[in-house]
């Protein structure tokens, strides 16, 4: 719990400014696709454009200091808990409104480039699987809660598009769980790999399995059919945290957190806040994405 | 032709759009609808932030006050109420009766003054000391003192002292004018009948030997059993029958005392 009352949180807030505004702004590097999802960190902007360092097929975790552009939202706090107020955004492009923009903690990604993307088969991951400590990696414990998606990261897609299949353990560590979607062929950067329109598409994660509440464990990204031509890919590991419509271009959405339902979501300590666009149309290149948050804590 | 919100939609769960575009027929900034937000403001508690179901807006007020009615009754609010840590000095003069405890890890400093008291029961614990307190003119005292280390007090005009003093360390003070005192005072001091008799006895005489020792020597000669008067290597045995206590030698007048033992 945050705090124990809405006079404790205005308290904290202006007589002990355990709070602060967080603004970010990108510029869209290529068209989007209408009707799917972009992840907003390889764009340019502030904070600087993801390029996802590390070794291919080995998952690296991230938090608040991760120096490919995370957002500081004042540190850990803990035995305090850190919550969402307030949300923004604004959307300014010719064209694929309406949008959403949804927050997400990156609590980790795989990266795969060049043959691991341009040829079929199976892609083992190296990952040690979440569990339940005080690391910052393990900040959802036994992974519950999170949620997965195929980003292209740094190199846009080429043609093709193949089937993925990942295959996961769950939050209980059970083996065999698996998720499978149509690729889409040439997407630009940042965009999700498994959203769209068509068939086989899921917006914007990947379904789990029956039964499953999170995953704990990446284990293989398998490429099925014909692979993509080219591109770099991630599979990002995250978890959603609200979601804000941006109905028109220009129009400033502001979204009352306190108040809305459920209210006043958590910032866990090391979180790496990132956002994922939902364009109902492409929309345009060199369109800027502007989003701002408010956050407090109380203890 | 459906009915359209006008822009209201969306504002009524929490989230308003501001700018010159138009959204659902209509420049949503414009179209202001419900200020009291009431039907969103009741999810307050309703999530991670605030997860107490008896917070009410201002905290603790029901109807016809509360701006937002709690979830469950049950919280209870205080108004102009200062709360705070921090330190009191203080003297009281001139009471009726005060009854209490008064405990600490640390001193009792000479900035404490209590005078003037009717009476006063109180036990004062402490694991450091009691130093420089004045308790003065107090009709009746009623205290247990204790403490690990020192006392040092000074108590005048007291009409009754009823009191425990247990230290040990030493309780240095000084009492005058009491009508009545009774008390139990322990301790290995100097005046208790132990301490006058092992003082008087361990009193250096002479050369080193205690008035004890001498005592000895002086029972060996008088009474104890000797050797060697004849020979003129006299030697006094003590009253225990075994211990030599003096050992000389004689020759032609003269007596040289060789070795004495009045342990």
């Known amino acids: ?299 | 032709m459906a009915l359209r919100s006008n822009g209201n939609m969306a504002r009524s769960v929490g989230v308003q759009h501001f700018g010159a575009s138009a959204y659902l027929s209509a420049i949503p900034s414009a179209l202001q609808s419900n200020f009291a937000h009431t039907n969103k403001i009741r999810n307050l508690t309703a999530g991670e932030g605030i997860t107490s179901e008896l917070v009410g807006i201002p905290s603790g007020s029901l109807h016809p006050s509360a701006w937002m009615m709690p979830q469950k009754a049950g919280a209870i609010a205080a108004r102009n109420t200062v709360v705070g840590t921090g330190t009191s000095t203080a003297t009281g003069q001139s009471g009726y009766n005060i009854d209490g405890t008064i405990s600490g890890a640390g001193d009792i400093p000479n900035t404490v003054s209590i005078g003037l008291i009717v009476s006063i029961a109180a036990a004062l614990t402490a694991s450091g000391g009691i130093s420089s307190a004045a308790t003065q003119a107090l009709a009746s005292l009623v205290a247990d003192i204790t403490g690990s280390s020192s006392v040092t007090a000074t108590a005048a005009g007291l009409a009754e002292l009823g009191a425990l003093l247990s230290a040990a360390g030493f309780v240095t003070a000084n009492n005058t004018a009491l009508m009545d005192i009774a008390s139990t005072i322990r301790g290995y001091g100097d005046l208790t009948p132990e301490g006058i008799r092992d003082v008087v006895w361990a009193k250096i005489v002479e050369a080193g030997f205690s008035a004890e020792e001498i005592m000895r020597l002086l029972a060996a000669h008088a009474a104890g059993s000797a050797t060697g008067l004849e020979s003129g290597n006299p030697q006094f045995t003590g009253l225990d029958g075994s211990t030599l206590r003096i050992d000389g030698t004689y020759a032609a007048g003269t007596r040289t005392i060789d070795a004495l033992n009045g342990t």
């Open chain 1, 1 to 299: 719990m945050g705090w124990t009352s809405q006079d404790d949180l205005i308290t904290q807030l202006t007589v002990n400014g355990k709070g602060d505004t967080v603004t970010m702004t990108k510029t869209l590097n290529s068209a989007g696709t209408a009707g799917a999802w972009t992840l907003l960190s390889p764009h340019n902007g502030w904070p600087i454009a993801s390029t996802f360092a590390g070794a291919d097929l080995t998952y690296v975790p991230t938090d608040d200091t991760w120096a490919q552009g995370t957002i500081y939202t004042g540190g850990d706090v803990s035995t305090a808990t850190k919550h969402f107020l307030t949300a923004g955004g604004c959307v300014v492009a010719a064209a694929g409104a309406p949008w959403y923009i949804m927050a997400i903690d990156l609590v980790g990604y795989v990266p795969l480039t060049t043959t691991n993307v341009s040829t079929t088969g199976t892609k083992t991951v190296t990952m040690t699987a979440l569990s339940n400590t005080a690391s910052k990696g393990d900040r959802y414990a036994n992974g519950v809660g999170l949620r997965m998606f195929v980003a292209s990261s740094v190199v846009a897609m080429g043609a093709n598009a193949p089937t993925c299949i990942i295959n996961y353990l769950d939050q209980g560590g059970a083996a065999g769980a698996t998720t499978t979607f149509t690729s889409t062929a040439s997407m630009g950067v940042g965009q999700l790999l498994n959203t769209g329109a068509a068939a086989n598409k899921y917006n914007p994660f990947l379904p789990l399995a029956a039964g499953d509440t999170g995953v704990s464990d990446i284990v293989s990204l398998v490429w099925a059919g014909t692979a993509h031509a080219s591109g770099s890919v991630i599979i990002g590991l995250c978890k959603p945290l609200w979601c804000l419509p941006l109905p028109a271009t220009g129009l400033y959405s502001k979204m009352d957190l306190v108040n809305a339902m459920p209210s006043m979501r958590q910032i866990k300590d090391g979180a790496n806040i990132q956002f994922l666009l939902f364009q109902t149309g492409a929309t345009t290149t060199g369109g800027t994405v502007n989003i701002d948050f408010d956050y407090g804590y109380g203890g």
